[in-house]
């Protein structure tokens, strides 16, 4: 397996309003190796969900190239983009943005059986994992009966429901007090380390950013290293 989850060589990313030109992402270069995490901290509007949204290829770059676990992605068509980033790509929010017609475990399989995965082995995955971050008891409360940490932590295991290789993740405490999200990023922590992901976290929470491998830094559109 390639050891490099995500690496972005050279990325640049602008738009356009009016007569101006905004540029948000500069030559951005970075590597996330599988079993990483890697904090990015910036001020609010600095880029940071530009450059998540960018890596995860839900946003083309202007010039640069970002390669997922060993595959150069900026130049393939959108139905090959969509597929990396279904199996190879996980996805945790600032809001959990779980279906709330759905109950935990069915929210866990949904993204399976978009994968093909059949709807009783999408069952026993998910209920794995709801075990694993300690929600199986909860498993089906829709979301509106689960308190935020449990809303999180059923967010990440859908996120890591299609053993991605890498995993993006937005603020996934910023709307949790302190305990619970010492608590969230601890088993965050855990299931990277145990399931061998690349995983680059956004955050503004400087304590958790320093329990991480490597802290970087989104200044004036650029990657500076702090850590």
Do not use: W
Not at 201 to 212: C, G, Q, V, Y
């Amino acid at each position: 397996m390639n050891n490099v989850a995500l690496r972005m060589d050279n990325v640049s990313r602008c738009y356009v309003t009016g007569a101006e030109e905004l540029a948000v992402l500069i030559d951005v270069n970075l590597e996330i190796k599988h079993g990483e995490l890697v904090a990015l901290t910036a001020p609010s509007g600095a880029g940071k969900s530009t450059l998540l949204h960018v890596a995860g290829l839900l946003e083309h770059p202007n010039s640069g190239e970002v390669t997922i676990n060993g595959q150069p992605c900026s130049k393939l068509p959108d139905r090959k983009r969509t597929r990396i980033r279904r199996n190879d790509v996980g996805f945790v929010y600032q809001f959990h943005h779980l279906q709330p017609e759905f109950s935990a475990i069915e929210n866990v399989m949904l993204p399976q059986m978009i994968a093909g995965v059949s709807k009783r082995s999408a069952n026993k995955k998910a209920a794995e994992l709801l075990e694993r971050v300690g929600l199986m008891g909860r498993a089906n409360h829709r979301p509106g009966k689960l308190s935020g940490g449990e809303q999180q932590r059923v967010a990440i295991a859908r996120a890591i429901a299609n053993k991605p290789n890498l995993l993006l993740a937005d603020e996934p405490t910023g709307n949790l007090d302190p305990s619970t999200a010492d608590d969230v990023f601890d088993m965050l922590t855990s299931l990277v380390r145990e399931q061998g992901l690349g995983a680059l976290i956004a955050t503004h929470n400087m304590n958790l950013a320093d329990r991480m491998d490597r802290v970087l830094s989104l200044e004036n559109g650029r990657i500076i290293q702090k850590k």
